[in-house]
């Protein structure tokens, strides 16, 4: 059975820190998502990526199919980057895999 | 504007009474699916469904139906709802750019909070 395992579970950083937070799977994976979850608030999309790497503003994501293994990179964290991140895999046939979440504080 | 319309928002029902979840899409995505979220636990998938007349059991299926009839639109129904089944409810969309997975942007709708009495 594949499973998603995300690190940390929790983190707090100063504003201007560089944060990473990791995403394990354990099953070769059609893509890996990389969701966004604001307290109170919905669920975006920030990436969805199956190889290499993407880059949004201050979001980077990487991916590294041998190792099985997803980074999110934040650069200059701000305190509205405060929310839970969530990584996911895309399955094979539509059955999304969810890491349980790392909930980020960014302080000012 | 691209979105996915969940409904009602926010629901508070009796043991028993079915009850539907509506969730529309304007993309014509093939891709729509089904999550619950519950502290500790995450999302986990209910159902989901790859095109129109296609559906498939998620994660945790149990007390949960659904239909896909039309291209835009997947409600989820509980039949009989339990206290166990309160929980907040996702609804996602994604275009199908690959086979095999999930391999679009998802798109989510805002939520319903479901509590059961």
């Known amino acids: 059975k594949n499973e998603v395992e995300q690190s940390p579970q929790n983190l707090t950083a100063q504003e201007g820190e560089f944060i990473t937070i990791n995403c394990s799977y354990s099953v070769g994976i059609s893509a890996l998502h990389w969701l966004q979850q604001h307290p109170g608030g919905g669920i975006v999309s920030l990436f969805m990526?199956?190889?290499g790497k993407k880059k949004h503003g201050r979001l980077i994501a990487t991916i590294n199919i041998q190792e099985k293994h997803s980074s999110l990179h934040i650069t200059a964290s701000h305190p509205r980057d405060s929310a839970v991140y969530i990584c996911?895999?895309?399955?094979?046939?539509?059955?999304?895999?969810f890491g349980k979440g790392t909930k980020l504080s960014v302080k000012p | 504007e691209a979105q996915v319309t969940q409904n009602p928002r926010y629901l508070i029902t009796v043991t028993g009474k079915k009850l539907t979840v509506t969730c529309s899409q304007n993309m014509n995505h093939e891709y729509m699916s089904w999550y619950r979220q519950d502290p500790g636990l995450g999302l986990r998938q209910i159902y989901y469904?790859?095109?129109?007349?296609?559906?498939d059991k998620g994660d945790v299926p149990e007390g949960y139906k659904v239909s896909r009839k039309e291209k835009r639109n997947f409600p989820l129904i509980l039949e009989s709802p339990s206290p166990n089944q309160t929980s907040l409810y996702f609804c996602a969309s994604s275009l199908l750019v690959l086979a095999g997975g999930v391999t679009g942007e998802l798109f989510f709708g805002e939520g319903s909070r479901l509590t059961v009495l």
């Open positions: 996911a895999d895309g399955g094979s046939q539509g059955n999304l895999i």
């Open positions: 469904s790859m095109n129109v007349e296609v559906t």
């Open positions: 990526l199956s190889s």
